[in-house]
Each structure stands twice: as C-alpha cells, then as structure tokens.
C-alpha cells in the first residue's frame, strides 16, 4: 500500500506562526507535525511515501532530507487546494493508497484500522465541527461531506484521511479533495467510514498547547545533559544532550528540554511544557503549560503560563504571561480562545511586560512596562511603545 501525504499549504489561520513556515513544520513537543504522521505510517508497515510540497517547499524538503524514511517528494507549483495537490502526485500512484493530511496528528492504530477498508475515510466526532468537513452519513455509507458549514448538521467530522483506490483519481477534476469525493459518490461510488482513536488537529494558534498536552503525555523519561544534584525531576522528563539544568529546579512532567537548552537555578517547570533547542531560561521563573521553539529565552522571575513563543523571540525580567479570552477576527471570523499569549519568530519584549491573551506578530518589539492583549501587537515588524 502507498501513503500521500498532503503538506503543501499555508495555515493561514495559525499566522503569524506560519509566516515563515508551513503548519507542517511548526514544533509540537520538539518535533514538526509532520513526523507524527509519517511515524504512524512506518510504524503499520507503509514505506512506499509521497509527500505533496509547495510552500515555503525548501524548507520541508530540507526536513525531510534528514528523515530516515524512504520519502518521494512531488511539488505543487500553486497552492489550489487539497484536490490538485492529489492530482499532483497521480503518476506516482500505482495501487491503492492512503491520503493524509501532513499538518494533523494521527496515530497507528487508526491508521491500521482505515488501512483494512478500501474506499473509506476516517472520522472523529468534534466539539468544533464547523472548522472542519462534516460527513453525512446513510445505510450505505457517507452520502456526503459538508465543507466546513456554518451550522454544521452533525458533530462527525473528516480527518482528511482517505483509503482509495486507483479508480478514485479521474474524479479529482476539482482543485478540492472534498469536492472530488463528494463528486464520486454522487456517481454511484461508495465511500465507507473508519472511526479514529487518536486524531488531533491546530485550527487556531492557541490549539497548539492542547497538541502539546495531548503528545506530551506519551513520552518516554529521558535525562542527558548536566542535571544538578539539586534539581529535583519529577514524572516523564526527557531532557536533551548538552542541556543544563541549575541547582533547586523542579521540574515536573510531562515535559521535554532539548538539547543545549539552559534552565536557571531556582526555576519550576511544568508539567506540558517543550521547551526547544537552545532555549534558555533564567533563574527563579516559573513556566508551564507552554510551547517555547527554538532558540526563544525567558528573563528572570518571570511568570509564564499558556504560551506558544516563536523561535529566537525573547521576553524581558519579571514578564507574566497569564490566559486571556480575548475577541478576534481571524480569516473573517470572530471567535474566543483561550490562551496567555501567542508569539512569532524574533519578538524582543523588554521587561516588566504583561501579556494576556496576546497574539503578537513576528519581528515584534515591545517597550518594556506595557500590557499586551488581543490583537494589540499582531502586526509584523511593528513597535509597541
């Protein structure tokens, strides 16, 4: 059997995050989205492996690239959508196959499951279904699925996970996946359905620290690098080569540190944090629930709770960073999530600043003593003064 796995769009809806990235390669528990899938796949014994590329293309490629998977890459030159990416990889295609999102979380046995249907697509019920396709379902099978709907009719939502056949692709005469599905059915084809175990997917940037949580409490302790024997580890830690790890630290799992990652004396860690490579964080702050990328740095008594902080972005002495339910207006839709803050890449905050519920965009910077919430900081490049 082979695997498509569709990792060419954007995410718009998590910017500023995906400006410099695909969703694909964001970090989630030290490692882009991406190889969960890819993992799942090799795991229930799929080596055969396309994987559709289009933005920001180098930098998958060069991921991939050190992926100890065989990995065929095909690029679509414009992102039009799921169905033309598909179409994009058709002449690989030479047996029946699976599709999959590059950009949600997925795991083995679902996997396993879907791989025993032919023509079928998994499904998960979903507090949230108007964000995703909603399948309509008959004795039959699915009779149709509804592309994200405002009031959406059932809480049985598409992974995007599709078993199919070679036959299925004269139907993608659409640039959406969605649509070249629902087009065969209403042809007479059969589509079945496949409950999922483990599906999980980050519509908005906030969604990111519930990724976190949900991969975080799967890890394996592990413990390199220098670890004071003062420090005091508690539940699964993994903690990278070259790490350091300064007297009276607690740290509380789940959580992973990555390699070369600095953690001062005096400081609480956890439980679900990722704290990426070459992070460094200084003595008596307090961090958890939070996603830190690399190279990011946290200053001294600091308070830093339910944030997702891009790569190189720093934050001053004596930040707090506390949730918020802030209104935004995100793709043209307003809505609530709840979360400290939301960082992009190379964000430089003075000290003395409060973040609540905060969505900052990249290149940021911020003068020190100010309170930062909503949407006040969201454009790149900007100064807050």
């Not at 180098?58 to 990995?71: G, K, M, Q, S, Y």
């Not at 918020?324 to 890449?345: A, K, N, S, W, Y």
């Not at 003068?367 to 900081?377: H, Q, W, Y």
Request: proline residues 6%; glycine residues 10%.
């Amino acid at each position: 059997m082979q695997a498509v796995i569709l990792a060419a769009g954007e995410g718009k809806r998590l910017r500023p995050l995906t400006k410099n990235r695909p969703k694909a390669l964001i970090p989630v528990a030290n490692n882009p989205i991406i190889d969960y899938p890819i993992q799942a796949l090799l795991d229930c014994g799929i080596r055969d492996i396309i994987i559709v590329v289009g933005y920001r293309k180098e930098h998958v490629i060069r991921h991939l690239n050190r992926c100890d998977a065989p990995i065929e890459v095909v690029e679509q030159k414009q992102q039009l959508g799921t169905g033309d990416a598909l179409r994009c990889a058709a002449s690989l295609i030479r047996e029946e196959f699976l599709v999959l999102p590059g950009d949600n979380i997925i795991d083995a046995p679902s996997i396993s499951r879907i791989m025993a249907v032919q023509n079928s697509v998994l499904v998960k019920e979903h507090p949230h279904p108007s964000n995703f396709g909603v399948v309509m379902m008959d004795k039959e099978g699915v009779s149709c699925i509804i592309e994200k709907p405002e009031h959406a009719p059932s809480f049985t939502v598409s992974t995007g996970i599709y078993h199919l056949t070679p036959d299925f692709l004269p139907h993608l005469t659409e640039n959406s996946l969605t649509d070249a599905v629902n087009g065969m059915i209403a042809k007479g084809g059969h589509l079945g359905v496949v409950m999922a175990e483990e599906w999980h997917d980050a519509v908005y940037p906030w969604d990111l620290l519930a990724l976190n949580r949900k991969i975080l409490r799967d890890i394996s302790p592990l413990k390199s690098g220098s670890i004071d024997r003062t420090a005091v580890i508690r539940g699964p830690v993994r903690i990278g080569k070259g790490a350091t790890i300064s007297p009276f630290t607690v740290i509380t799992g789940p959580a992973i540190i990555g390699n070369d990652a600095e953690i001062g004396s005096h400081c609480t860690i956890g439980p679900f944090v990722s704290i990426g490579d070459r992070v460094r964080v200084e003595p008596f702050t307090l961090l958890e629930h939070s996603l830190l990328m690399e190279d990011s740095a946290i200053g001294s008594h600091s308070r830093v709770t339910e944030a997702v902080i891009g790569e190189g972005s720093s934050f001053g002495d004596h930040t707090t960073v506390e949730p918020g339910v802030p209104l935004m207006e995100i793709e043209g839709t307003l809505m609530r999530g709840r979360f400290g803050c939301v960082v992009g890449d190379r964000v430089r905050a003075d000290p003395l600043c409060i973040f609540q519920g905060a969505l900052v965009g990249n290149d940021v910077r911020i003068r020190g003593g100010k309170m930062i919430t909503g949407f006040d900081a969201f454009q790149d490049g900007v100064m807050v003064v």
